[in-house]
């Protein structure tokens, strides 16, 4: 497996802990225990709540609550619930305390009661009020978003904040970190009842947001945006872009809320009744306006779905005016400790409501038991809702910059003062000047240049970058024992031009190979920031097996080099390449390739003309001259940024890509004329509560008479790891084609099965399933017996064929799979289905590969 590659996938998730979600600045906070006060047994789902306000909360399945809130008018709580007395009790403003509440029993309903079977009634959708209530919300949804009006502006202020919890005090006293008393005694102790917080992390952004229906049009405009720095070691754009992937804006009225990377079922989803149960429990009085609580729970609490409650109103619009979503603990989730989501909405002025107020805070942690950990905390602020208010058409549609500039980035402190929607608490406020004093410390720094090292692979000198690690050693049967040392440059030397090297020796075969690339940014940012415009040159000399493209991996990855089979058969490829790339802000892009291309037969393959006859002739090079256009169609793609890479973050919109490749003969030795004309969807689908799939469909025909190393040699794997793009039980070079079609689908069920049976619940584990087909010939034309010209397949030394063109019947494979053991290791099953009768493959076989995910 690449293991470069895949620790920046495992690491920069792991970062974003390092910087995510909302955190409230109350002065008032309640917290106790609610119980019935005949048996004194906790109660679940009391509400409890600031009278007065919408300010409330359900206790949990243990009887606790905690409330906190601002206002200092707010004098007394009030718990309810069905059944029982209401409870209305004093507190202190401005304090923090804690108040046991006893609920007693509604006397009289007692008397009611007939008794006909110990048996507890069956929840049931019909003939209940709660859900006629909800289905009324879920049919008046479209008039209560914003998009019902023609026009819409707003402000938003977004708040992005991480903390440790529970740091010892004592850390500070040690003699290694007395250098950073100054960031450990900035603590919070205020924000959660019984957690000492401690910020190192804050972003915020204001930004003016700008909506049209006909045509429709959303412009945001940012005016300020101030995020901490820790130096050169993490892009932070980059790592705030993920985060705010991760912790996605909440819209109760889609039908599924994205959160850490899963699809959670709304509440009010059109399907809602269907795997939600709702209880009416609860009348409240807002500005004269009557709102019924409805709490809600799954029907099955391993189900990727909330708990909570939405308050209704009964003004005949059926709004939500304020929720709270719960993240119920049986889910399975990875390092999640806690997350919930609260939504308030403010009225408008022709009654309806907006969203005013959004926050979303979890607790993370590797174990759920420890006090450790940290806290995340994002929250937006909604201000200024204008409707129907018609603007210039250039409000809408003038196309903002990606990149934020250095004016907005850098607004001043009194900018800042005059324009927070929220305020900064007084840890917050001091996180900028902590961490620019932390980041400035050659320990520090020297703390950062290791920890590189060691999950990335690099050794840092500034400019230029040693690495990767993993790649150092390797072996295979054409090389034997190889060495391999590179680097590349960083944007400390510039952002606008990059090299990349490396250099290897075979210690069996006993030659030099290399690489080097030379790029040049035409836009005057970063080649790896989007829109790329670039124009690249490269040479490269290199073994390579042929067909072995893996997705996730280096062909010189240690862990690579242990393979199933036979398999010496490779190439010493010399290539030489000019690539140009230009992207748009629309996300269409294109890439034109010049490249000229040599190989090599090495091992036992072998390239050879006229076999079987008397005029057979081995050929010791193939050389082939090459221009490619591909086009490309990513709508609405997002990466996450590193300095010198970027990795696309998963989105449910299809990708298109058409690539276009043109042979031409007689051009630097080109030996061929020929067309290579390839067609690709890929779709990321959420699948709600079933979890998500990946699913590729790809077309692809060659026109022109070539021999078959210049065929579709289709991409097999023979390691150990599990390849997404690769044919896991196929083997290398075992078929060719000259037109194809192929499906590929890789299905994460998320726990969907597992969580329903108690010892794999337990043990969080996700079940996956695979389906791979491919279907394709070699016409005539292309066709070595009859063709004798052409190169004949390679066969083993008995005879025994090795490479076959694909034929009538479709090459099939599946697989099941365990994923999320120890939270990174995947391993699945794989059964080969089609052309069991070829000699020297596997028919089924265990493969592994490692991913993080929450």
Not at 375 to 393: A, E, S
Not at 674 to 697: A, K, M, P, T
Not at 803 to 827: A, H, Q
Request: hydrophobic share 35%.
């Amino acid at each position: 497996m690449n293991f470069n590659r895949f620790i920046k996938n495992l690491l920069l998730p792991l970062l974003l802990l390092f910087c995510s979600i909302p955190v409230f600045a109350q002065s008032t906070i309640v917290s106790g225990t609610v119980t019935d006060a005949n048996t004194k047994q906790p109660l679940s789902f009391v509400t409890v709540a600031f009278n007065g306000s919408t300010i409330g909360i359900n206790t949990t399945d243990q009887g606790k609550y905690t409330l906190r809130t601002s206002r200092t008018n707010l004098t007394q709580i009030k718990a309810s619930f069905v059944g029982y007395k209401p409870a209305l009790l004093t507190i202190v403003p401005g304090k923090t305390q804690v108040i046991n509440i006893r609920l007693f029993p509604e006397a009289q309903a007692l008397q009611e009661v007939t008794v006909k079977s110990g048996k507890k009634q069956k929840y049931t959708n019909k003939d209940n009020p709660a859900v006629e209530l909800i289905r009324q919300v879920i049919e008046h949804k479209p008039q209560n978003r914003p998009e019902a009006y023609d026009f819409v502006e707003y402000r938003a202020y977004d708040k992005l904040q991480l903390s440790f919890i529970n740091v010892s005090t004592q850390l500070a006293e040690k003699k290694f970190f007395r250098k950073y008393k100054f960031i450990l005694d900035n603590r919070d102790t205020t924000l959660v009842p019984g957690k000492s917080l401690l910020p190192m992390y804050l972003d915020e952004k204001l930004t003016q947001n700008y909506y049209r229906k006909n045509p429709e049009k959303k412009r945001t405009v940012v005016l300020g945006q101030k995020s901490v720095n820790f130096g050169a070691a993490i892009d932070h754009d980059g790592l705030g872009q993920y985060i705010k992937h991760i912790y996605a804006d909440v819209d109760i009225y889609d039908n599924n809320i994205f959160l850490i990377t899963n699809n959670f079922l709304s509440p009010i989803s059109n399907s809602a009744p269907t795997f939600y149960k709702f209880f009416i429990t609860d009348t409240v009085m807002v500005n004269n306006n009557k709102l019924i609580e409805l709490s809600f729970t799954p029907r099955n609490t391993t189900d990727l779905l909330f708990e909570g409650k939405i308050y209704i109103t009964q003004d005949g619009n059926f709004a939500v005016q304020k929720a709270e979503l719960i993240v119920n603990k049986n889910i399975n989730l990875n390092f999640v400790k806690s997350l919930t989501v609260n939504l308030d909405f403010e009225q408008n002025p022709d009654g309806r409501y907006h969203l005013s107020k959004s926050d979303i805070l979890a607790d993370f942690g590797l174990n759920k038991k420890k006090n450790g950990g940290i806290f995340g905390d994002r929250t937006i602020t909604y201000k200024n809702y204008i409707v129907n208010k018609q603007l210039p058409d250039t409000t809408y549609t003038k196309e903002e910059p990606i990149e934020v500039s250095d004016e907005v980035k850098h607004r001043s402190d009194d900018f800042w003062e005059k324009n927070r929607l929220d305020t900064l608490t007084t840890a917050e406020s001091k996180v900028y000047k902590n961490i620019d004093s932390l980041s400035k410390m050659p320990s520090f720094r020297r703390t950062m240049d290791i920890a590189t090292l060691v999950l990335a692979g690099y050794k840092s000198f500034g400019p230029f970058e040693m690495g990767p690690a993993n790649a150092f050693y390797s072996f295979n049967p054409i090389e034997g024992f190889r060495l391999r040392l590179g680097g590349r440059t960083t944007p400390e030397l510039s952002k606008r031009y990059y090299f990349e090297t490396y250099g290897a020796y075979g210690f069996k075969d006993e030659k030099w190979k290399y690489f080097f690339s030379a790029t040049y940014s035409l836009n005057d940012k970063s080649i790896y920031k989007f829109p790329q415009n670039y124009i690249r040159a490269s040479v490269n000399r290199d073994t390579k097996i042929p067909g072995q493209n893996l997705q996730f991996v280096q062909e010189d990855n240690f862990l690579l080099s242990f393979k199933r089979g036979e398999n010496d058969k490779y190439l010493y490829n010399d290539f030489y390449k000019l690539n140009y790339v230009h992207e748009y802000y629309s996300h269409f892009s294109y890439a034109l390739t010049l490249s000229n291309w040599t190989q090599s037969p090495a091992g036992s393959l072998y390239f050879i003309q006229n076999a079987n006859t008397a005029n057979a002739n081995t050929i010791h090079s193939l050389t082939t001259t090459e221009a490619e256009l591909q086009l490309r169609y990513a709508p609405h793609e997002q990466f996450y940024q590193g300095k010198i890479y970027r990795i696309p973050i998963p989105n449910t919109y299809p990708i298109f890509t058409v690539n276009y490749t043109q042979g031409i003969k007689n051009v630097f030795n080109s030996s061929y004329n020929y067309q290579n004309i390839d067609l690709r969807w890929d779709q990321h689908i959420l699948e709600s509560i079933f979890g998500y799939s990946d699913i590729s469909v790809e077309g692809n025909r060659i026109l022109g008479n070539v021999p078959y190393p210049l065929l579709n040699i289709h991409q097999a794997n023979q390691t150990y790891a599990y390849d997404i793009e690769s044919y896991n039980l196929m083997n290398f070079l075992e078929f060719v084609s000259d037109k194809y079609v192929a499906l590929k689908i890789d299905q994460h069920w998320e726990g969907f099965f597992f969580n329903k049976i108690p010892l794999l619940k337990k043990l969080k584990l996700r079940e996956t399933t695979s389906f791979k087909l491919l279907y394709g010939s070699v016409g005539d034309n292309n066709n070595p017996n009859i063709h004798p010209s052409l190169y004949a397949y390679p066969v083993q030394a008995n005879g025994a064929p090795i490479t076959y063109g694909l034929g009538n019947t479709p090459y099939m494979e599946g697989s099941v799979g365990v994923e999320n053991i120890f939270k990174f290791i995947r391993v699945d099953a794989v059964k080969r289905f089609s052309y069991l009768d070829h000699p020297g493959i596997a028919t089924w076989g265990l493969r592994t590969r490692v991913k993080f995910d929450f």
